[in-house]
């Protein structure tokens, strides 16, 4: 992966030369080759991984402690508690690597949305509407 880390300029590859590429490698090298060998839990720690390592090469340490003590407490959760993986996945920083056009904005006025919606039906109590 030094290859992919390092930008050659005229032989050197010191940590001056350093790029933040590594989340580069991982999407354009590392995922389409393992297609399907890594599980999405696998995918999810190499992508934190790798943003953490471009943060770090980018001198950015703080964004990447605060990534890296967000997956902590995510993998703690889903360890020790009953919220298991689907509410301890939310903890994390790293964006969903799910394709989709809608944006995470309008998906989260669609949810909270149905949500009200849902919570009528129950209750009775009106909803915000759109």
Excluded: N
Excluded at 5 to 24: C, F, P, Y
Excluded at 89 to 95: S, T, V, Y
Excluded at 100 to 107: K, P, Q
């Amino acid at each position: 992966m030094k290859t992919y880390l390092v930008t050659r300029q005229a032989g050197q590859t010191d940590s001056q030369t350093l790029t933040a590429v590594a989340e580069a490698y991982l999407t354009s090298v590392l995922l389409p080759t393992q297609a399907g060998r890594l599980g999405r839990r696998g995918e999810r720690e190499l992508r934190t991984l790798a943003m953490a390592i471009d943060y770090l090469v980018s001198g950015e340490v703080a964004q990447a402690a605060d990534l890296l003590m967000q997956r902590f407490k995510a993998v703690e959760l889903a360890a020790v508690s009953d919220a298991g993986w689907q509410v301890a996945q939310h903890l994390e920083l790293i964006p969903s690597s799910e394709v989709t056009a809608t944006g995470e904005d309008e998906l989260r006025s669609a949810a909270r949305f149905e949500r009200d919606v849902v919570r009528y039906r129950r209750t009775g109590a009106p909803h915000a509407g759109r």
